[in-house]
Each structure stands twice: as C-alpha cells, then as structure tokens.
C-alpha cells in the first residue's frame, strides 16, 4: 500500500504547540500514525453538511 503524507495546517500546528507537551506528543503520534492508514479500522467518514 502507498504511505500518505500528513501534512497539518499552520493554526492547527500553532494549536498543538499551545497545549501541554505530553498531550500534544501522543497527539501527534496519532495524526502522523495516518501516515500508514488513513482509515483505521472503526474510522468513520465525516459527512459535510
């Protein structure tokens, strides 16, 4: 399977630098975890109103 790149906004990187270090690190795990599966198992897609 191709990897993807996760790339996250400057407001949305200024928000994680703002919050505690602890939270914003598993955070980031998280996020860059989509890298090697965008759609983990439960995962549901956001409908746009």
Do not use: F, Q
């Not at 996760?6 to 407001?11: A, K």
């Not at 598993?26 to 599966?37: A, H, Q």
């Amino acid at each position: 399977m191709a990897k993807y790149i996760v790339i996250l906004s400057e407001r949305a990187d200024k928000e994680l630098n703002s919050i505690d270090a602890n939270i914003a690190e598993g955070i980031r795990t998280d996020i860059l975890s989509l890298e090697n599966n965008p759609r983990p198992l439960g995962v549901k897609k956001r409908s746009v109103n």
